[in-house]
T-cell receptor, first 113, second 114 residues
């Protein structure tokens, strides 16, 4: 079945550091790929998405590129802020699954001033 | 204006009880979902309804029964609660059941079974 694997956290960084969270997936066909973010005490919010190979999703300084050849969708941000502290989830949605999201295990990111 | 709202936010109950969690969305979306997040933050889909019709039913015990009185509401009823049901339950909605559309999540209901 479909699956998403992402690096375990917590990832602890200083402000203005570079952030990378690795995400790889297994799926039949070409799913859509997403990054969702969960701030403390809140629900998930879409951060960015990519729907086909080589697409780059970007939002709030975060970027991720859909790499079909490596089945990856790594999240990056060049300079993190304390407000980026959250749990980040990589997810996929196959083409024929009623828009069902399959999530990775989540990566907690802590940014210290 | 909360787009996807769930009630209650916290629910503490004893084993064996029956409880319900309510979800409403005011986005005009056709499709609604229930996801379960366990203590390790792992998220998994439970159910999905499109225009009041069940379209996804993952391997979930029969004690869990979703009910969609209209397309803006998807409630989750749980019978005979067990300790392992303790989790955060998230409701979500999308414009349709087509791929690529953003899912909007509620704030979650933290269920604790004691």
């Amino acid at each position: 079945g479909d699956s998403v694997t992402q690096m375990e956290g917590p990832v602890t960084l200083s402000e203005e550091a570079f952030l990378t969270i690795n995400c790889t997936y297994t799926a039949t066909g070409y799913p859509s790929l997403f990054w969702y973010v969960q701030y403390p005490g809140e629900g998930l919010q879409l951060l960015l998405k990519a729907t086909k190979a080589d697409d780059k999703g970007s939002n709030k300084g975060f970027e991720a590129t859909y790499r079909k050849e490596t089945t990856s969708f790594h999240l990056e941000k060049g300079s993190v802020q304390v407000s980026d502290s959250a749990v980040y989830f990589c997810a996929l949605s196959p083409k024929a699954a009623g828009n069902k999201l399959t999530f990775g295990g989540g990566t907690r990111v802590l940014v210290k001033p | 204006d909360t787009a996807v709202s769930q009630t209650p936010k916290y629910l503490v109950t004893q084993m064996g009880n029956d409880k319900s969690i309510k979800c409403e969305q005011n986005l005009g979306h056709d499709t609604m979902y229930w996801y379960k997040q366990d203590s390790k933050k792992f998220l998994k889909i439970m159910f999905s309804y499109n225009n009041k019709e069940l379209i996804i039913n993952e391997t979930v015990p029969n004690r869990f029964s979703p009910k969609s009185p209209d397309k803006a509401h998807l409630n989750l009823h749980i019978n005979s609660l067990e300790l392992g049901d303790s989790a955060v339950y998230f409701c979500a909605s999308t414009p349709s059941d087509r791929q690529n559309t953003e899912a909007f999540f509620g704030q979650g209901t933290r269920l604790t079974v004691v």
